[in-house]
């Protein structure tokens, strides 16, 4: 798995996917991770509602995953594995296994995030009864090799939930690792910890012929 680097603006980081896609899927370029921090933008999936989106005009980029409507911005660690899911394929399962990365690298920073049921991604539930999303999840996979992942809220203004629904989600609030946290949280120290959640989770999903590779991150 090829931990790769790649420009924060969305549409050339979508760009940059699809072309790594086909060579995931063609064999010539082996599994790869791109991690990045993106400029701002929403991006709608294929189940976004009219009343989902931005109340101020914002702009919205419409997007081949599953999902409904989402951020990305400063401070929000954004990590897309392409790479081939096992057979059968269920992507159920790899969505799961992006939450537990999510799960896993939040309590590294004494985060601790859940799942809840009938909803993707990570939570924070901490004694209240309103549920605050950490993380998202929203994937594609096309010929048996995925695109698009995980997107963390590390340190981030949150004040971008205001404008929409996030992921069309009625009755939820956002929050980040820096909102929780009581240390002194870093994207760049996030991103190791997430690296290092990502190799243990997905290399096992991996055929036993893909070699784990790895670049040094910028984020």
Known sequence: ????????????????????????????????????EHSEIFTAGSRTQPED????????VEVDRGGRITWHGPGQLV?????PLPHPMDVVAHVRRLEEIAIKTCADFKVEAQRVDGRSGAWVIDGSEVPAKIAAVGV????????HGLALNVSCDLSWAERIIPCGLNGTTVTS??????????????????VAHLRAVLSPAL?????????TLDT
């Open 177 to 194: 690792i820096a909102e929780i946290s009581t240390g002194d949280v870093r994207v760049g120290e996030v991103s190791r910890r997430l």
């Open 53 to 60: 989106r931005p109340r101020d005009g914002s702009e919205v």
């Open 1 to 36: 798995m090829d931990v790769g680097i790649a420009t924060h603006d969305y549409r050339s980081v979508w760009e940059t996917q699809r072309h790594i896609h086909r060579q995931v899927v063609e064999g010539s370029r082996p599994p790869t991770v791109l991690i990045l």
């Open 79 to 83: 990590c897309y594995p392409i790479v």
């Open 207 to 215: 055929p036993a012929s893909q070699n784990l590779q790895a670049r």
């Open 140 to 147: 594609r996979v096309s010929r048996g090799v995925s695109m």
